[in-house]
């Protein structure tokens, strides 16, 4: 098969488009052949060495939609043919509130979906939603599920709340925006671009602040009537959590997946206790949150913001793409 192979780490120039191993199906295993995948932040910091345990050569990729292309032992003939969504989340063990000891996310340190083929366990793949098409649903996998558990599972946003939602404009951003407004709350977003702020508005955001040109603390706060945001979703860290902290409702909820800006030192203990705040780690997600987080876009009917489409071949000038931080939604790589 053909793939793209990252063997030394640096630009996007060091993913090469080469032949790899086809990839074959083991007991409770099935192959797919991908028709589409998508870029995550994750690719771009293993790239730059910036991500943990680190082995090359690897195919990278986490998020991908095809066609189950073989099965193995143990698994339902029945499957062959269907198309598919992958869940990126290996090994969640049996613990719904974190993750077990062998969990791990699909493209490091498993050859990921910047491929023709992949081979994952039968249990990590569900049916596609009919009304996306396979760069729509491949757009879903990371991002999705990230952005289901902070929202859903670990905030427990419930219709009628005030939900910010930082940095609009990438991948679990848009998301974020998306099933919040699903969950029937009111939504407003940040964002250093005012067209995307207006593109957010197209997916369900009832208003937004440019943390560039405006105090986005203060006009957040005004767009609340002066009570602040029910629930803080971000994932940037440093000063804006810091801000959230002092914005967000007394028995607010704030939940962070990240720290894109580095950490919060300035964080004020005082006020987080004194405001009775309760602040929430969370990171991907479980089997039964992607089928949840699926099943709410078919639902729904809801589809992935797509940024822009490119062949794998191409798969530098997506990453070139990333790297220039303007995308609004995913980018994804078409296969085949």
Same mark, same amino acid.
């Given at each position: ?124 793949? !569900? ?35 005030? !939900?910010? !939602? ?142 822009? !489409? ?27």
């Amino acid at each position: 098969m053909k793939a793209i192979v990252l063997r030394e780490l640096g630009g996007p120039d060091k993913l090469l488009y080469e032949d790899a191993p086809d990839p074959q199906a083991n007991a409770g295993e099935v192959v797919v052949k991908l028709k589409a995948a998508a870029l995550n932040h994750r690719d771009q910091w293993i790239r730059h060495g910036q991500y943990a345990g680190i082995k090359l050569p690897i195919i990278l990729g986490s998020d991908g939609a095809g066609l189950v292309h073989a099965v193995g032992d143990g698994v339902d003939a029945a499957l062959l043919g269907q198309a598919v969504i992958i869940n990126p989340s290996l090994d969640w063990g049996p613990n719904e509130a974190a993750q077990g000891k062998n969990y791990r996310i699909l493209g490091l340190p498993d050859d990921g979906t910047y491929a023709e083929f992949i081979k994952v366990p039968a249990e990590n793949v !569900v049916a596609k939603p009919a009304h996306l098409s396979f760069e729509e649903a491949a757009a879903l996998p990371l991002a999705a599920l990230t952005a289901y558990r902070a929202v859903a599972t670990r905030a427990q946003v419930k219709a009628g709340e005030t !939900v910010l !939602v930082t940095g609009v404009g990438g991948g679990v951003a848009t998301f974020a925006v998306q099933i919040a407004k699903a969950l029937g709350a009111r939504v407003l977003v940040t964002s250093g671009s005012d067209e995307k702020i207006e593109r957010a508005k197209q997916l369900g955001a009832d208003g937004g602040a440019n943390y560039k040109t405006q105090d986005w603390a203060k006009e957040i706060t005004a767009l609340t009537g002066g009570a602040g945001p029910d629930v803080i979703v971000d994932s940037a860290g440093a000063d804006t959590l810091e801000t959230a902290v002092k914005i967000v409702k007394p028995a607010g909820r704030i939940v962070f997946f990240g720290a894109t800006n580095g950490l919060a030192p300035g964080l004020d203990l005082r006020r987080m206790f004194f405001k009775q705040l309760n602040v929430l780690g969370s990171t991907m997600g479980s089997p039964r949150e992607f089928a949840a987080v699926v099943k709410l876009y078919n639902d729904h009917q809801l589809k992935p913001a797509v940024d822009k !489409v490119f062949a794998l071949t191409d798969a530098p000038a997506a990453h070139q793409r990333m790297e220039e931080a303007g995308q609004f939604g995913k980018i994804v790589l078409q296969i085949g």
